[in-house]
């Protein structure tokens, strides 16, 4: 398991890295690409200063049942799924792949953890796990983190596609 | 030295058996030699003390080698806390990355020279890392340098090179202790500073490299410098000697055991090198008491005195060191300063006049002051409330000797930072609970569990007010009734069930009355004393009404009911009572926060961790304990039940949170009040963090809060504090969105008076339209508000 990264090497494994990266520049990426286009920040719910006064309790709308609550709490415009796509993710995700092929799969998954706890609504870092529990033989939790990766899939249609294709090769 | 215990134990064998076949030769001769008279006596005799002498000595020598060359100490497991990771494109305050460093016990420099030091400047951080073996990979020492833009990581370099990410050593939170509690932190001579060494040497024993292990010349001289004095007044003891006091014997005085410890000091260094003799010594010596624990080595003590590692100490503070070794408790720097100061200078003089270290140095090291760190970095039990989770979870995997004996080295996943923030958030509550309601509250308790949402790893756990005093661990023991906090499972096994109950069905929350086996009646009364009629579901639980939600858990029936609760990860059996409906059964915080964590990760069950890995003493892997999970509620209900949670905090009895916490941060949580404001509970999540926080009187007497005047108030400021993420539910693709009516929860439009955006479960939406009122223009105000 690596602890650090070269840069330059991920420049070339964000491009690889099939829908992980829309942009090739990774030298300056801000914290969250694809969550940010959609506006439903996920990654970094902004602090605003606590000055501003509309931040405060009560919003006199709010407390009227007749109205609809905000769009934040109510339907989640954009799911956050692939919101982390950040460079520190991609190189983890990258090493576990590298590791998982030379058949370390302790490694691999342990590598792997360290993502999904820096991103933990990646649902492709659950897939990959479920990848990796599957090739160790640990059918049932690859079964589980299927359905995980799925749960957090939304709208990422390959990573549903894989998902579905691996669960559907697990045996019950 | 580990390596040749193979051939020490057949060296021991070895040397134990002609012992025994001389003895049995001896009592072979003795008959014969009887008849020669008392000459023949006289000299049986001698051959007798010989042979004794003989045995002994060969008994000592098995004795020193065996131990010697075995495992010499027992050490205790240490406990790490999680490594902070640094990457780019995290969110961070700087200030927190300083934190941590004081914490690692790093130094604040204008200039890096050697690790352990940092230099912070506005928005950077330089950081010279110590070198850390992990369980599964080692870094070396290394130049990080951090930067960020607008609390975000935006560069990261590694001496010199751009990195995507790096872990920054983890920080020792504590120790399992065996019963003794001797603790140490073995050390290496290569790692000591050689003015260490040659302080120690020249103020316990100058002639360390030339004796044999007892230096016959200095027991004369302090025989004679005692004579004079009329009292022990010096000790003659080589550094030899005094390992084999420490390191073998007991501590009577007896004459006996003085030449005990001189045979086994001769024996000591006729086998061993003076390096390794030093190492022992070094290991060995007695150094101070912290709490109840003891302090031994110059490597604990190194880090219990000026919290950092031996090789980072400079000239004044190594004489310091070496200075406590004749008193450990007289010469005692936080206690005694002066007489600490006194015996500092005196060993700088030692080392002065011995030519071992110039005058200038002698004087510049004399001038420096004490530099004992202020509050031990390596103090007793910090996060006992943590260690003791820990403790137990590790107790399925191995045996407590192990534990206390073994050095294991546990990785867990303690949040430094996070758990400053629970204990923070706790006590300054609770003082300004105090200081609102008055001294009623001064016997307050409370506990805080924070973990991530995910993954279930325990972040942090406050065991009660004063989170450093290791006692009654309420996170983990206090098992008290939870109220409301349980209503989730009520409404999850209605939502689970969508062709009867959708978030807009309504229920009936007039009074009810029901009949238990024994004959009595159970009315449960609404928090207001008041009906509320019809109301929707997700609103009966956004403000927790007691009757429509009895009405409801009694139509879905118990056993349901607690059938949701252990799939939710409740393996406490509860009784089926209706009483149960509403809370009326006990749990721990811990208990409660592992049944959030199903609902915060979508209805996967992740039991709650706190160890990540655990390896040897040598850094080989033993176990690892990874992400397990099992989907145990569809994520479809589960989604509709965030909602609820979600408006809870937005409209119910939550809603007081966003006075200071940002509006656009999602949050789902419950609270909960038990009979007269006995227990104040909440629990709730964020994005990335779920905390549950209980308050209360240990005696079960009614503390006077509920669960929003006292346990959100908590994890509200902890909130403040850790700026979480935004929750925001997945949708699962069995889920659709409709807007609805809001009292009749038929379908209506998005421009319609009264409608709200709510999630369905395909094919349970409402059929029927209600008519539409015209509420454009305030809809459209409303909606601008928030763009």
């Not at chain 2, 609390?151 to 370099?157: A, E, G, N």
């Not at chain 2, 009355?513 to 159970?522: F, K, Q």
Request: charged share 20%; hydrophobic share 35%.
């Amino acid at each position: 398991m690596i602890r650090q990264a070269n840069c330059t090497w991920l420049l070339v494994l964000a491009t690889v890295i099939s829908g992980c990266a829309s942009r090739g520049d990774y030298a300056n990426v801000p914290v969250e690409e694809a969550g940010s286009q959609s506006g439903a920040v996920y990654e970094s719910s902004g602090y605003p200063p606590r000055s501003e006064p509309d931040q405060r309790y009560p919003v006199p709308d709010y407390s009227e049942p007749d109205f609809p609550p905000p769009p934040s709490y109510d339907k989640p415009a954009q799911a956050p799924a692939a919101a982390s796509t950040n460079s520190a993710v991609i190189a983890l995700l990258s090493a576990s792949q590298q590791q998982r092929q030379q058949g370390q799969y302790q490694q691999a998954a342990a590598t792997l953890e360290r993502a999904i706890r820096i991103s933990p609504r990646n649902g492709k870092l659950y897939y990959e796990l479920a990848q990796v529990r599957y090739l160790e033989g640990n059918y049932q939790q690859s079964k589980q983190l299927c359905r995980k990766a799925i749960s957090l899939a939304a709208g990422d249609k390959p990573l549903l596609e894989r998902s579905r294709l691996l669960l559907s090769e697990l045996p019950d | 030295m580990a390596s040749k215990k193979p051939t020490t134990t057949t060296r021991t064998a070895a040397k134990k058996k002609p012992a025994a076949t001389k003895s049995r030769k001896s009592s072979v001769k003795k008959p014969k030699k009887v008849r020669s008279g008392w000459k023949g006596l006289l000299v049986k005799l001698a051959l007798i003390a010989v042979l004794l002498t003989t045995g002994l000595v060969v008994y000592l020598d098995a004795w020193v080698t065996d131990k010697f060359e075995g495992k010499r100490w027992s050490l205790p497991a240490q406990v790490y806390a999680r490594p902070l990771e640094l990457y780019v494109g995290q969110s961070l305050d700087l200030r927190d990355v300083q934190a941590e460093l004081e914490m690692l016990g790093y130094r604040k420099r204008y200039q890096l020279s050697k690790p352990g030091q940092y230099v912070e400047s506005g928005n950077r951080i330089d950081i010279y890392t110590r070198s850390f073996r992990f369980w599964d990979t080692s870094t070396p020492a290394q130049r990080v340098r951090l930067r960020t833009q607008n609390s975000v990581v935006s560069s990261l370099t590694v001496d010199g090179q751009a990195v995507g990410l790096f872990s920054l050593e983890p920080l020792l939170v504590g120790g399992i202790y065996p019963a003794h509690n001797e603790d140490r932190l073995l050390i290496q001579l290569e790692n000591v500073p050689q003015f260490l060494v040659d302080a120690l040497v020249t103020v316990e024993d100058k002639n360390f490299y030339s004796h044999h292990g007892v230096s016959p010349k200095a027991i004369a001289r302090a025989m004679w410098v005692n004579a004079k004095a009329g009292r022990a007044v010096q000790g003659g003891s080589t550094l030899t000697q005094q390992l084999v006091k420490n390191f073998y014997l007991s501590s009577d005085r007896s004459l006996l055991r003085k030449g005990t410890e001189a045979i086994m000091s001769v024996l000591l260094d006729a086998h061993y090198g003076k390096d390794e003799i030093l190492e022992a010594y070094l290991n060995e010596v007695y150094l101070g008491q912290a709490g109840r624990r003891a302090v031994h080595g110059f490597g604990l003590g190194s880090q219990y005195y000026f919290g950092r590692s031996i090789s980072e100490l400079k000239l004044h503070q190594a004489a310091l060191l070496v200075s406590l070794v004749k008193g450990p408790s007289y010469y005692n720097p936080r206690r005694h300063p002066e007489r600490a100061r006194t015996r500092r200078n005196l060993v700088l003089t030692m080392l002065e006049q011995d030519g071992l270290i110039t005058a200038s140095e002698a004087r510049a090291a004399k001038s420096k002051p004490l530099d004992v760190a202020a509050k031990s970095s390596y103090s007793e039990a910090v996060y006992p409330a943590y260690v003791d989770l820990v403790k137990r979870q590790l107790q399925r995997d191995y045996r407590p000797e192990d534990l206390t004996s073994e050095g294991l080295r546990i990785f867990t996943s303690l949040d430094p930072l996070v758990q400053r923030d629970a204990e923070r958030a706790l006590s300054s509550t609770a003082t300004r609970l105090e200081h609102q309601r008055g001294d009623q509250l001064k016997k307050m308790q409370g506990a805080l569990v924070v973990t991530s949402t995910d993954t279930g790893e325990v972040l942090a756990l406050v065991g009660g007010k004063n989170s450093k005093y290791s006692g009654f661990n309420r996170a983990l023991d206090a098992i008290r009734p939870v109220g409301s906090v349980i209503k989730p499972a009520v409404y999850l096994t209605a939502l689970t069930q969508p062709r009867l109950y959708q978030l807009t069905t309504l229920l009936d929350d007039s009074p009810i009355t029901i009949e238990l086996a024994n004959g009595d009646l159970w009315e449960p009364k609404n928090a207001d004393k008041k009906d509320h009629g019809q109301v929707p579901l997700h609103r009966a639980l956004a403000h927790s009404y007691n009757q429509a939600t009895a009405r409801l858990g009694m139509e879905l029936g118990i056993n349901n009911v607690l059938q949701t609760l252990k799939n939710l990860g409740v393996e406490r059996p509860l009784p089926a009572y209706p009483s149960v409906l509403l809370g009326a059964v006990g749990m721990s915080p811990l208990e409660v926060a592992s049944m959030y964590q199903t609902l915060a990760a979508g209805g996967f069950d992740t039991p709650l961790r706190a160890i990540r890995a655990v390896s040897t003493a040598e850094g080989e892997p033993l176990n690892r304990y990874p992400l397990q999970l099992e989907q145990k509620v569809d994520p479809g209900a589960v989604h509709l039940l965030h909602y609820a949670l979600q408006a809870t905090m937005r409209e119910g009895t939550g809603r007081s949170v966003y006075a200071s916490l940002p509006e656009n941060l999602g949050i789902a949580g419950k609270t909960g009040t038990t009979d007269d404001l006995r227990d104040s509970w909440f629990a709730g999540f964020t994005g990335d963090r779920l905390a549950v926080v209980w308050l209360g009187n240990d005696d079960n007497s009614p503390v006077g809060l509920s669960g929003s005047s006292g346990a959100l108030k908590v994890w509200q400021s902890l909130m403040l504090r850790i700026k979480p993420q935004s929750f925001v539910s997945n949708v699962p693709e069995n889920i659709n969105y409709q807007w609805v009516d809001d009292e009749s929860g038929l379908l209506s439009g998005k421009l319609c008076k009264g409608a709200r955006q709510v999630p369905f479960v395909r094919g349970s939406e409402p059929g029927e339209k209600s008519r539409c009122a015209p509420g454009f223009e305030r809809v459209g105000d409303w909606i601008k508000s928030w763009f």
